[in-house]
């Protein structure tokens, strides 16, 4: 994954592989303009306070062709530990900030995302290769 530039996308879920070692879901794109505070939002529970930030503050909108993105997510104990007790369903809807797949540019390992009531959930057990850019340095 380029970690490079992180993407915004909101969607509706529309298959769920919940298990280990990652769930994985598929997300019908429904709209990828930056919500208005992206950047003020609360970081999710356990997220890298740094990481995160520079994240929120660097994201840019997905402009990508793709209607449906594939997402690779934690498996279910660190979704649990990060404050999601529950799998994704099938119709929910979800905003996701992450770094598309540098081989499929159809595949997004989310950093974070949040679910329709407000809730944050991270993703990210291990650092970024590459930190990220910011969009006015593209």
């Keep these: 994954f380029d970690t490079r530039y992180a993407y915004f996308i ?8 919940w298990g280990n070692p990652h769930s994985e879901v598929t997300l019908r794109v429904t709209g990828t303009a930056l919500p208005q505070g992206l950047g003020e939002r609360p970081l999710p529970p356990g997220a890298d306070a740094d990481i995160a930030a520079a994240t929120l503050a660097y994201a840019r909108p997905y402009e990508g062709e793709h209607e449906e993105i594939h997402l690779t997510l934690a498996g279910p104990g660190w979704m649990s530990r990060w404050g999601l007790d529950r799998p994704l369903e099938e119709g929910e809807t979800v905003e996701v900030l992450g770094y598309i797949g540098s081989a499929d540019s159809d595949d ?3 950093a974070m995302f949040w679910l329709a009531d407000g809730q944050g959930v991270w993703q990210q057990l291990t650092s970024f290769p590459t930190a990220p850019v910011p969009a006015s340095q593209d």
């Design 108 to 110: 997004l390992r989310p």
């Design 10 to 17: 909101r969607g509706s879920v529309s298959d769920v592989s």
